[in-house]
């Protein structure tokens, strides 16, 4: 045997007989483990509301939402299929609900955001208040907080729902109760938590009834539409992002949930922004107008075109680049503010 073969049967005799010690060595895997850029097993992905809607409607004909609880038809990333992930760090759902029904109260530690996609007058009810959705509101529901969902509708109300399950899950921190009471208690008037919070002012003597999250439930459509339709007139317009805004804690200026970043944009009628990736995976969802997304590069770029309810995922360290012929409006999270506590975030703008 020459030496080289001699080396290498020493080296697998070696992790043959240290496997059973629970050992192994890092030098056979720490270029893996240590990347030169981050290498995602996420792929980029497009679910065109045309197709999911059939799909969410004969959900709502085969379970009703007592029964399933939430009924959800989740966002999976196709390179992560079965681990009910849009991408490493977050879950992604569409949910369902019809006149006349409750989803019944419980609490998590998992953070949850909705983003009103079709329907109006449902309502969430979150630790004692309601609020109504209506397409395009942002509504948070913080860790630990009871919560259920019901419908005074005329027809389907459809929202996205955006949880940081695959981060509560790989710290093995999940908790949850149901509620003794299908639908909680309400013990405030709806509205209470905007008057308090959201008009730029704050109780004098307040604490942060929750933690790191935002105090405000419902971050009306409305209001962020209005912003931005006022900035698209009279502010620059960004090369990258057209016109837009992150949501935020009033009280604190930061993010308004501590897992979850929340933005809303605007791109004016003929923007063709330039290309930018980012090490926080983003799922989009379409508030309205159409546009079109190019991610990835090279053999492995992708381009989408999305019109009104469609959503999207940009994984980590994609490149990606909005246009639109006519103008939209979008909306997206990510895990960002968990990136920026450990101090890891980057991005990128490319010209
Ligand atoms: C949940 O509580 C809701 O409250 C939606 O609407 C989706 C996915 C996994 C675990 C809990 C909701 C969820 C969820």
Not at 124 to 131: H, L, N, S, Y
Not at 164 to 193: H, L
């Amino acid at each position: 045997m020459n030496a080289p073969d001699r080396t290498a049967q020493t080296r697998q005799q070696l992790y043959r007989d240290m496997s059973p010690h629970d050992l192994t060595p890092l030098w056979e895997v720490l270029h893996a483990l240590v990347p030169q850029k981050p290498a995602t097993p996420c792929a980029p992905a497009l679910w065109k509301y045309d197709e999911v809607r059939p799909f969410l409607m004969r959900a709502g004909e085969a379970i009703t939402a007592e029964e399933a609880v939430r009924r959800v038809l989740i966002l999976e990333n196709p390179k992560l299929r079965g681990q009910s992930a849009v991408t490493q760090s977050l879950y992604a759902g569409l949910q369902l609900i019809l006149p006349g029904e409750i989803a019944p109260s419980h609490r998590h530690t998992q953070s949850a955001l909705r983003f009103i996609v079709e329907g109006s007058g449902a309502w969430t009810a979150v630790d004692g208040e309601r609020t109504t959705m209506r397409p395009g509101d942002f509504i948070i529901t913080p860790s630990w907080t009871w919560h259920d969902h019901g419908s005074e509708a005329d027809g389907p109300v459809v929202w996205l729902d955006g949880l940081d399950i695959p981060m509560v899950r790989f710290f093995d921190a999940g908790f949850a109760e149901n509620n003794a009471d299908r639908s909680q208690q309400v013990n405030r008037p709806e509205g209470t938590s905007f008057a308090r919070f959201g008009h730029n002012m704050a109780p004098v003597r307040h604490e942060s009834p929750y933690g790191a999250t935002s105090p405000i439930f419902s971050y009306p459509y409305e209001r962020s539409r209005e912003a931005l339709d006022q900035l698209e007139r009279s502010a620059p317009v960004d090369a990258w992002d057209g016109v837009k805004l992150r949501y935020v804690n009033p009280l604190t200026g930061g993010w308004p949930m501590p897992t979850i970043a929340t933005f809303m944009q605007r791109l004016p009628a003929g923007f063709a922004g330039k290309a930018w990736r980012q090490t926080d995976g983003a799922v989009y969802s379409v508030v309205e107008g159409s546009g079109e997304i190019v991610v990835g590069q090279g053999e492995s770029e992708v381009r989408y075109a999305f019109g009104p309810r469609d959503h999207f995922v940009v994984p980590s360290w994609h490149t990606a680049r909005l246009s639109s012929g006519s103008g939209c409006v979008l909306f997206s999270f990510s895990d960002r503010p968990v990136h920026q506590a450990l101090g890891i975030h980057r991005e990128e703008r490319l010209s």
